[in-house]
């Protein structure tokens, strides 16, 4: 394992954190604003120039009112501008109308730009090529419909077809079970039967969704029964069979979309890919060796959570394969990290929505070479991993990966402060305590900073913000020291649908919250937050920074190359730009870089050789100086 003695600069760093985690200790829960003269000293403090120094500082921006949107999706292009994906943005009129958008904001320059969205990419997963264009799959074919809006009965039928003919059933085609008539809501073909070598025929069943033809409870199906159907052609009838033991009046869930495009970085447009194989709403998509990417999880076009049907997506031929050798169940949008063996992925325990609370909850090493799990022991609080948050610790050649907050399955309020880490770079590697992050709290957003620290940021304590529950509470965790200590906090709240990406600049930007309510007595309906907060850290008011003024564009794993800059260079590191959705994130990392002085000006900077530390993809090369403070980032390739 590849284990780096701390620098002199990371000895100095952590000396200065120590400090500020005594002083900078304010009680956990408390408001950030008591009240007006209160306020007044907040707005003034936070101004002052060693305030922000220890502290940081963040602005709120607002955009021009034609570009504001719901940010459900967040992701930095290597052109350093950020991509925004709403889709409908969670909200059933905008899906309705078809009303689908993505932004492209420019940090730099403020400007935003309108991107054309072809289809509702709402709660899709994301993950980079090697190329650095981004790959979208999944999103929404349909919104859920609670319980309260469903009053007649609906569900899955299952069709077989016998015959060596394939037949297409139109929309509003019958089937009638104990005299009961159901329609279907859609078109469904019936591929043909095909004779096996030993004489049996081969069939290809199909689902289709239902409706009764009348309202009430007369029309649930709870065991399995057959259907008939009146409408089928003569020729057919005895060789079609319909099934189901479930149509119920229940709520309906949200229905996964097959949909696939890449974001064209250059172009700034979506370019159609092929399907995916299954649809998927909250999948997790994660690179793998060779610019392939595997997509898990999500819920399929019926609402259902997939029982561990993942596929795999080629870059070269921009298709989707179905990897039934890789068929393994994660509740929805689970937190996956793949490691420096490249073979294997993490699963910390993490994963927001839908699922079972006990099936699939366990964190543990998966191995892609034989489909084998092993569990990996230790998470306080293992009951509060959904809406909970994980992330590699800097930098990525440590193996250790942090899990923080997060609550009960489904709308509790109930909420964890947990912080544990695991080494999975031990033989038994198993979660530890670390320290709690200042209160309890899901959908907290953490980013790795080019000093080797995790800001943890935002969240609220209930399900959704419930209960006015958002934190304004932003905390830093060093890695080396141990230590959490607390931040200038965030002034505008972040819940559900919230994200958080650093900047090539070493700012940190903050969008998106849904919640629930807007009072605490949950009378009033919650509206999507628009504006950004970014944040800047401490290391921007600390005087002047290191600044590259040469290095390559495209570096190789394994090899050395050089960069030119007059500070004394103690530390460089890639980070590689997030990718991020419902705190789900498998790009963000940093990976340290070896440094050694060369002539003049010159450093030699050298890449580890791993492919599964360093995959494929465009990163931002930051060298820090003795006191920990970043360059603004230059962007290389690792081909
Ligand atoms: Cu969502």
């Known amino acids: 394992m590849i284990r780096r003695k701390p620098s002199p600069m990371r000895r100095l760093r952590n000396a200065a954190l120590v400090c500020a985690a005594v002083t900078g200790v304010v009680a956990a829960n408390a408001p950030v604003v008591a009240d007006a003269a209160d306020y007044a000293w907040n707005e003034y403090e936070r101004h002052q120039g060693d305030y922000r120094a220890e502290h940081g500082f963040w602005e709120t921006v607002e955009l021009p009112e034609e570009y504001r949107l719901s940010a459900v999706h967040a992701a930095l292009l290597h052109t350093g501008k950020v991509l925004l994906i709403a889709g409908s943005g969670n909200n059933a009129e ?7 958008r993505s932004i492209l904001w420019d940090p730099v320059s403020g400007e935003s730009k309108e991107i054309p969205t072809p289809e509702d990419l709402f709660c899709a997963g994301h993950a980079y090529l090697p190329d650095g264009n981004l790959l979208i799959a999944g999103g929404t074919r349909e919104y859920e419909q609670l319980e309260d809006q469903v009053d007649r009965a609906a569900g899955v039928l299952n069709i077989t077809n016998d015959q060596d003919e394939e037949l297409t059933l139109p929309e509003g085609t019958r089937f009638v079970s104990s005299g009961r008539t159901y329609l279907s809501t859609e078109e469904v073909t019936l591929p043909a039967a095909h004779e096996m070598p030993d004489g049996t025929a081969m069939t290809e069943p199909q689902d289709v969704w239902v409706e009764a033809e009348g309202p009430g409870d007369d029309y649930v199906v709870a065991e399995d029964s057959v259907f008939g159907m009146p409408d089928l052609p003569a020729t057919h009838r005895g060789d079609v069979h319909a099934r189901s033991n479930s149509v119920t009046l229940e709520k309906q869930n949200f229905q996964g979309l097959d949909a696939s495009y890449e974001f064209d970085v250059e172009s700034e447009t979506y370019r159609r890919a092929g399907r995916l194989d299954e649809p998927r709403w909250y999948p997790t ?35 989707w394969t179905d990897s039934p050798e890789l068929f393994r169940y994660f509740p929805t949008y689970p937190a996956l990290f793949r490691l420096a063996d490249g073979e294997r992925i993490f699963y910390s325990g993490s994963n927001t929505g839908y699922g079972p609370a006990d099936q699939g909850r366990q964190p543990g090493i998966w191995d892609l ?10 998470l306080e609080d293992p009951e509060y991993n959904e809406t909970s948050t994980s992330f590699f610790l800097a930098p990525v050649q440590d193996q250790r990966v942090g899990m923080v907050g997060g609550g009960l399955v489904g709308d509790s309020d109930e909420s964890t402060a947990r912080f544990n880490v695991v080494d999975l770079s031990s033989a038994d590697p198993r979660y530890e305590a670390a320290p709690d992050y200042p209160s309890p709290a899901r959908y907290i957003n953490a980013v790795t900073l080019p000093d080797d620290s995790t800001m943890l940021t935002g969240g609220s304590v209930g399900y959704r913000g419930n209960g006015e529950s958002d934190l304004h509470l932003t905390a830093m965790y060093d890695p080396d020291a141990h230590t959490m200590h607390e931040a200038a906090p965030n002034q505008v709240g972040r819940n559900y649908h919230a994200t958080a990406v650093l900047l090539p600049d070493g700012r940190v930007m903050t969008m998106g919250s849904d919640p629930l309510f807007a009072d605490a007595e949950r009378t009033k309906s919650g509206t999507f937050e628009t504006r950004l907060e970014i944040y800047s850290p401490p290391y921007l008011f600390a005087g002047d920074r290191p600044e590259l003024s040469e290095a390559p564009e495209e570096v190789v794993r394994g090899e050395s190359f050089t960069v030119s800059t007059a500070t004394d260079v103690a530390e460089a590191r890639l980070l590689r730009p997030s990718a991020v959705t419902h705190q789900t994130d498998t790009e963000q990392r940093s990976i340290a870089l070896d440094v050694a002085a060369g002539p003049g000006d010159t450093f030699e900077l050298t890449v580890p050789a791993e492919e599964g530390l360093t995959p494929a993809g465009w990163y931002m090369l930051v060298v820090l100086d003795d006191r920990g403070v970043p360059s603004p980032a230059r962007w290389v390739h690792v081909g």
């Open 94 to 100: 905008r899906f309705e109308a078809g009303t689908f």
């Open 285 to 319: 998509l994660i690179n793998l060796q060779d610019g392939r990417i595997l997509a898990v999880s999500g819920l399929d076009e019926y609402g259902r959570v997939l029982p561990g049907d993942n596929e795999i997506y080629d870059p070269g031929s921009r298709t």
């Open 369 to 378: 070479t034989d489909n084998s799990w092993v569990d990996v022991p230790g």
